[in-house]
């Protein structure tokens, strides 16, 4: 699978209830051919983006595909217990017909979406003009549209009702062991020639997740350079052919058992000053008031933190705006939430909040750390806290 991500929205029509009853959504084909446009049309003045298209030597003249297809949009309704998802060729006018996708809610539920499996995810190929070396060049993509409760959460709670992701694939795969390597490229601008490179891992018929399982952190998304755990080894994807043919991949001797993720010492002595206790362990739930499945999991929060051995302690960490403050601490009050959380503000992109340093982007997510920072696992949703519950009756830390 490609490249994950959520859907922007263009327009919402509502029925005779004044209910959502369709919506048109929009994600970038070519996004930084968007910002071009944007750019010299005048729409857009950034001294960023003239610093980087100097770098580059980018000549406004020369963009000969500056009209290349940028974008596809998707209209979503529900009708009865389906979920219809349609590429209308009105709406995408590279398109040469329309196409459909529906989805059975009930079953979507009963496989709880985020292991969904993968024969059930359909796929449709369709081709545009990518800009590719300063010439526009039909490009066949597999778009996957996917209801996906949960991983993407809106403020407005009627998207949060007509949840879907998007996932388009362009990528290049490479087999390892029992792993399947995804290798997908995305151009910066028109002429850059070093592609932009993410990884994702397919094992054991299942994606690699932003989880820590015991001592080994796991990424949904991998970098060149990062190291990558499977079963019985591990190894470093040391770079790609710029064709994108050839993967080059060394075994990190190293790390062959974990590589311990450690909390940094300013997050470690800010968390230790919200906790009375002289705990060994730390519980952490990283949550926001915009966050329906965050509340819901509140009162099995409450459960567990009344159960927690001496020795553990339960820590939120408010992901949010601070006008939201007040509201969460209302929140907290109706579910009988009584222990200590951190607020870290959404609006500040700063490495200095921990939502920020550890990527946290899925909420809720779950994290347990020990007393000398070492986290020892980290899991979101619903499935996260289950296996947090698992962990810590293993390690007795539950009463």
């Known amino acids: 699978m490609g490249s994950i991500e959520p859907l922007q929205v263009i327009k919402k029509w509502k029925n005779g209830k004044d209910e959502v009853d369709s919506i048109l959504w929009s994600t970038p084909l070519q996004p930084n051919l968007i910002l071009l446009r944007n750019f010299y049309s005048g729409l857009i003045d950034s001294v960023k983006v003239k610093k980087t298209l100097a770098a580059y030597r980018i000549d406004s003249s020369t963009l000969k595909c500056i009209s290349s297809d940028t974008s596809l949009q998707i209209l979503s309704y529900k009708q009865a217990r389906t979920l ?4 209308l060729e009105r709406y995408n006018k590279f398109l040469n017909r329309d196409y459909e996708i529906v989805y059975d809610l009930d079953t979507m539920e009963r496989d709880k979406n985020v292991k969904l499996p993968n024969q059930k995810i359909k796929t449709i190929s369709i081709t545009y003009h990518h800009c590719v070396d300063n010439k526009p060049v039909p490009t066949t993509v597999n778009v996957a549209l996917i209801p996906f409760k949960g991983a993407v959460n809106y403020m407005d709670e009627d998207l949060n009702n007509n949840y879907v992701i998007v996932s388009k694939n362009k990528s290049r795969v490479f087999n390892m062991q029992s792993a399947k390597i995804f290798v997908f490229q995305q151009r910066i601008a028109p002429q850059f020639e070093r592609p932009n490179v993410r990884i994702k891992v397919l094992e054991n018929n299942e994606i690699h997740t932003d989880q820590i399982k015991d001592g080994i952190r796991y990424k949904n998304l991998y970098i060149l350079g990062d190291t990558i755990f499977l079963t019985h080894s591990s190894f ?6 710029l064709n994108g043919n050839t993967a080059f991949f060394k075994q990190d001797f190293q790390h062959q058992t974990s590589i311990a993720t450690i909390l940094p010492s300013k997050f470690l002595r800010q968390l230790k000053s919200f906790s009375t206790l002289n705990y060994n362990y730390l519980v952490l739930d990283f949550w926001g008031t915009w966050c329906a499945p965050c509340i819901k999991a ?18 939120s960490v408010l992901y949010d705006r601070k006008e939201n403050e007040k509201l969460a601490f209302k929140i907290f009050q ?39 920072g070492q986290i020892i696992f980290q899991d979101s949703g619903e499935e996260g806290l289950y296996h947090l519950l698992n962990l810590l009756k293993k390690l007795e830390l539950v009463k």
């Open 84 to 87: 219809h998802l349609q590429m």
């Open 236 to 241: 470093i994807v040391d770079s790609i052919a």
């Open 298 to 315: 509140l009162p099995k929060l409450k459960k567990l933190e009344s159960s927690l051995s001496k020795g553990a302690a339960l820590i």
């Open 334 to 372: 109706t579910n009988g939430a009584k222990w200590k959380q951190i607020f870290n503000d959404m609006l500040d992109s700063s490495n200095n909040l921990i939502t920020n340093y550890m990527n946290i982007s899925v909420f809720p997510t779950y994290m347990l750390i020990k007393k000398n």
